[in-house]
């Protein structure tokens, strides 16, 4: 009787430990969206902890037309790619800045949305151009295109006198404004929206480092799931949802799908 009590409670925990792991695992029907989610507007928390974006609402109505369900999973955006490859997230869908390096790595969509690299400084310093910055103390966001960026502007980077990285564009816009940087290399899309939410003393210089297109990322043998989501977004380009979508965030329609 212990033995077959035994080989029952035996089962049952199998039968739990299984049961734990299959509700551990994404969902055949869930689309998890990876992304940095302090890069507003394409993505961010809102005052109720909740993820909210020009590219999370773009990202929902895909999933609501393919019949998917979405989920907003934040990564270590200087991970992101690790975690695409390792099947934790389906796509890194969040201001992802697509080079050539990347298009070889991933299965990239054509780009859906136009930015550049530019350096944001205090509206105060007397920095005008880039070369003002000569000596300065610049931050930039760890695994991001501004670092890339940075690095390809090999001239300006050797007129600074030091580079800070730091985990999201954010805390570097922090401390710009109390003074330990002097300037923030980051996308202009975000820095714009920044500055006009925050209302902050906070200046764009006119000249760019790059220009750049972003995409959305999916692993690199998944290109009929990339290829859904883009047929979709032309679709949503067609009749008017994108633009809606953009108006709502950047006052204009700012989507280059298509074009």
Known sequence: MKKIFSAVCAVL???????????????????????????????????????????????????????KTLRCQSIDWAAKEQELNTGKIDCIWNGFTMTDERRQAMACTPAYLENAQVVVVRGDAGIASLADMAGKVVGIQAGSSAQEALDDAADFKASLKSVVEFAENITALNDLQIGNIDGV??????????????GRDFV???ESLA??????????????????????????????????????????NMSVIGK
């Open 13 to 67: 925990a199998l039968a739990m430990v299984f049961g734990m792991t299959s509700c551990s695992k994404k969902t055949t029907n869930e689309f998890v969206l990876g992304l940095d989610d302090s890069f507003p507007p394409l993505g961010f928390r809102d005052e109720d902890n909740k993820v909210v974006g020009y590219d999370i609402d773009l990202a929902a109505e895909v999933c609501k037309r393919i019949g």
């Open 211 to 252: 220009p750049e297109e972003y995409g959305i990322a999916f692993k690199k043998s998944n290109t009929e799931l990339r290829d859904k989501v883009w047929n979709t977004l032309k679709e949503m380009e067609a009749d008017g949802t994108v633009a809606s979508i953009s108006e709502k965030w950047f006052g204009e």
């Open 185 to 198: 290399v980051m996308d202009e899309v975000v820095a714009a929206y920044n500055i006009k939410q925050s």
């Open 204 to 206: 764009i210089l006119e």
